[in-house]
């Protein structure tokens, strides 16, 4: 499982909105929206990310291990 909730955070000290994403950069609303709910996305966009915003992949995404039942 993903979490992006580091992504939002990371945003928001760099001083960058979706709109600027979107705008400016090219990054699409719908990875925007699949990422708001920690949904997948491709390796490419998370490499476009962390270009964008100068950091690394541990300061847009958080993997959790599937827990076994």
Do not use: A, P
Not at 37 to 66: A, G, P, Q
Request: aromatic share 8%.
């Amino acid at each position: 499982m993903f979490n992006y909730n580091k992504l939002w955070e990371t945003m928001e000290k760099k001083g960058v909105t979706k709109y600027k994403l979107t705008m400016e950069h090219n990054i699409s609303k719908s990875q925007l929206h699949r990422m708001g709910k920690n949904e997948s996305v491709t390796m490419n966009t998370l490499d476009n990310l962390c270009n964008i915003l100068d950091c690394e992949i541990e300061d847009v995404v958080t993997h959790y291990k599937n827990k076994k039942e």
